[in-house]
């Protein structure tokens, strides 16, 4: 199976009521690659993400995950290697950094009961490789320096690196980046970028939803845009940002006055449309 | 009056451990499933019943006379019973209201704690009256000046204490103790780190109805007497405390019993009214410390949940 695709969904639905949230989305993702996942605001990729993850039952529809079809649980398919961070932070605010990653471990450790009450030598050895494992994703993300601190006294974009890091902890094989780099300024936005090129270097593969289309198309392989449920376009970030149906998704059909708005989305240089 | 004022706060002591043994198990149901148990307090007396239970049939006539031997016997025999009634009540009665409003549990916990005191009434020989409960323990007292202590209260303090310290480290430091605290905190993103919620739940109940098991069994070794109602008398007080130290906070849970323990005997030397008013300042102080800290002693001043 090591030919399958590290992700696949094939023609996802979600109906909510009389709403329909997703219609007919399909997505790959290649071993190693960055996807990109964008979109106006309610046009689902959350959603996306929550069917994947086994947080909704879609409607219809498949995710396989390396060729094996992912159970319905959001347990078990973290345990199948599906791992994510969320839009708004999700830590456990109470615990500590480590602790945090250490929660991220779960699934890969293994403790009996007996063993945990008495702490016995299994109990110890385990505990100990948990920890190792926990302060290397630490230092990997840049936050060994905090590892004893609350979560909820981080700053936020160690938070967001924190989550990255609790996620990385379930030994993924895919990772979902749900808007990574929100709130975050220039430097942070760029840190973000480069610990995800790390992150994909270790043979991870990552989904990235975020609405700063300038950080997604220097950064993915490939992009799929999303708008109203419906897949509207899938390609390379050149493909995509020339697409005019983009273009119109996010500004609707352009007058001349948002012209300069629409050459920042199209050639990616934020700094041109105010400036002149 | 010195003398009886440190009789009553050796008793104090001793009342509040095992107080404590009951309020751990309310505390960490309550920081899982944000479920008041009312029916916890059930789940000790089946306890000491099954204690009785396996003196009565299962020990051999010789095996009685052996504390050493009869006696863990019949905490083991306790332990389970109080676990197969805990994790019946939850599979059953709690489970299905997971998503229901919070008063709808409630209301079957109290249902739970009437049908257990009832049951047992009922159903084991002779329970309709008060049972004597066999003294498998060391006879001698212990007596330290003014002081006497039965040796059932040392033992009684001695476990409540060891394993209010394992329960502790459990918590804080094992997987499943994470896991614990991760879904009290935040169950659905717990439920996404891998965390199986029906497992943790089952678990905490299960760590309640063990702790609740060996403090039935040793009430009845400490007192030689019980009924359908232990569970309801000292379950109270056992919620008191619970919600004195903090709900959810394992620590608030046993300096919670201890502070019950000694205001409820000194106050029955101290103050009028003598035991028959142990439950106004058991509320006095109740309320007291409610208005000046809401959260009691050692509650988390924001509970966070999503």
Known sequence: M??????????????????????????????????????PNGAGKTTFFNCLTGLYTPTSGQVLLGGTQLPGDPAEVTTAGLARTFQNIRLFPSMTVLENVLIGRHVRMKQGP????????????????????????????????????????????????????????????????????????????????????????????????????????????????????????????????????????????????VQAVVEEITHGSAEGASGE | MFATLMQQIANGIVFGALIALVALGYTMVYGIVQLINFAHGEVFMVGAFGGLATYTWVLPADVK??????????????????VLISLAMERIAYRPLRNAPRLAPLITALGVSVFLQEAVRLFYPNATSAQPFPATFITTPLVIGPVTVPASGILLVAVSIVLAILLQAYVNRSRMGRAMRA???????????????????VVTFAIGAVLAGVGGVLYGVYINNIDNQIGFQNGVFAFTAAVLGGIGSIRGAVIGSFVIGLVKNLADVLLPGGTAYDYVWIFVLLIVVLVFAPQGLFGEAERVRA
């Open chain 2, 65 to 82: 006379q052996i504390w050493y031997v009869a006696l863990p016997l019949m905490v083991l025999g306790g332990v389970v019973v109080s």
């Open chain 1, 114 to 257: 007996l063993s945990s009450l008495l702490h016995g030598p299994a109990f110890q050895r385990g505990e100990r490789a948990a920890r190792e494992r926990a302060r290397e994703l630490l230092d990997f993300v840049g936050l060994s320096r905090v590892e004893d601190e609350l979560s909820r006294n981080l700053p936020y974009g160690d938070q967001r690196r924190l989550e990255i890091a609790r996620a990385l902890a379930t030994d993924p094989s895919v990772l979902l980046l749900d808007e990574p780099t929100a709130g975050m300024n220039p430097q942070e936005t760029e840190a973000a970028r480069q610990l995800i090129f790390r992150i994909r270097d270790t043979g991870i593969s990552v989904v990235v939803i975020e609405h700063d289309t300038k950080f997604i198309f220097t950064l993915c392989d490939r992009v799929t845009v999303l708008v109203q449920g419906e897949l509207l376009v899938e390609g390379t970030p050149e493909e995509v940002r020339g697409d005019p149906r983009v273009v119109e998704a996010y500004l609707g059909k352009p007058p001349e006055e």
């Open chain 2, 183 to 201: 879904t009290a905190q935040d169950p659905d993103t717990a439920r996404l780190m891998g965390i199986n919620p029906d497992r943790v739940i």
């Open chain 1, 2 to 39: 090591s030919s399958a695709p590290a992700l696949q969904a094939r023609e996802v639905s979600m109906v909510f009521g009389g709403l329909r949230a997703l219609n007919n989305v399909s997505l790959e993702l290649a071993k190693g690659q960055i996807v990109g996942l964008i979109g």
